[in-house]
């Protein structure tokens, strides 16, 4: 594990929700509420959540100002990463609940989602930023490809998203030009 779990999670959700909008077929996959209900489950969201078109308006918003976030150098985000959290009056605090162990939050019970993603994004980021580790906030390398993502592999290696397909387009292609190579040679 790069960082602590939470921070993990909270990045990887970020990514998610960023890539909604950055899929290669130009479908927005966060439209209705009823896909805004399936991320708050994947992710497991214990806050409130009204279910409605204002909240899905809401973190729709949200998801513009975090892909930000990818598009900045490691100082740009630190500014960001600040503003949101000074928006949001977040005070960290410890807490545990349902089969969580300690962790991080920053947002007053009861607060819109929109908040407590953008908030729990910015805590995320902010362990990246101070570890130093910026590198690992990466664009895709997919061909065609805008999607984000999150690095966490132990040797920053990852390069591909996880939303089109990316990695997998790129082996078969290079697949196919050492078949190619091995044809012609």
Request: charged share 30%; aromatic share 6%.
């Amino acid at each position: 594990m790069v960082f602590a779990r939470d921070t993990e999670a909270n990045l990887l959700a970020a990514a998610e929700l960023v890539n909604t909008a950055l899929r290669r077929d130009g479908h927005d996959a966060l439209t209705t509420p009823a896909e805004l209900d399936a991320f708050y489950v994947r992710w497991g969201y214990s806050v409130r959540h009204d279910g409605d078109d204002a909240e899905l308006a809401e973190v729709r918003a949200a998801r513009t100002r975090l892909q930000r976030l990818w598009g900045v150098d490691r100082d740009e985000a630190a500014g960001l990463v600040n503003a949101i959290l000074r928006e949001a009056d977040a005070v960290p605090f410890l807490t545990r609940h349902d089969a969580l162990d300690w962790h991080l939050h920053a947002t007053a019970p009861g607060a819109p989602l929109a908040t407590v993603v953008l908030v729990e994004t910015a805590m995320g980021v902010a362990d990246v930023v101070r570890s130093d580790e910026y590198a690992r906030m990466k664009r895709c390398e997919g061909d065609d490809c805008d999607a984000v993502l999150v690095d966490l592999s132990r040797n920053r290696s990852k390069r591909f998203c996880d939303v089109n397909n990316c990695g997998n387009r790129a082996n078969v292609a290079a697949y196919r030009a050492r078949r190619a190579d091995a044809q012609t040679g």
